[in-house]
């Protein structure tokens, strides 16, 4: 559960979207695409069109679900290239303020 639902830090520290809320937007998207093709008969604009008006209610409702339960976990790095990054920066500044 935390591995899904807990938020991300990128580079910068700022939050990015949980692995949950990333697969969620995949799911959405996909499921509505192939729900949507038989309905609009392969009209291509139709089918864009419809996917973006059921896709958009799906997901805000949705994330908000995902925020709610990702509130409980605490905050982990986006990739794991990014403790390393971190610590050596930390090493770095402190191995030049040693006289």
């Known amino acids: 559960m935390g591995f899904l639902f807990a938020p991300r830090k ?3 520290g700022w939050s990015t979207p949980s692995e949950a809320a990333r697969l969620y937007f995949l799911l ?8 949507a093709w038989p309905l609009t ?4 604009l139709l089918w ?3 996917i973006v008006f059921v896709a958009t209610p799906l997901l805000t409702v949705g994330w908000w679900l995902i925020s709610l339960v990702s509130q409980r ?5 986006l990739v794991d290239s990014l403790n390393r990054i971190d610590r050596s920066k930390k090493e770095s500044i402190h191995s030049f303020r040693k006289p």
């Open 41 to 44: 008969q392969g009209r291509i």
């Open 48 to 50: 864009l069109g419809l």
């Open 73 to 77: 976990f605490e905050s982990r790095v």
């Open 28 to 35: 959405v998207l996909f499921g509505t695409a192939i729900w």
């Open 10 to 12: 990128d580079h910068k």
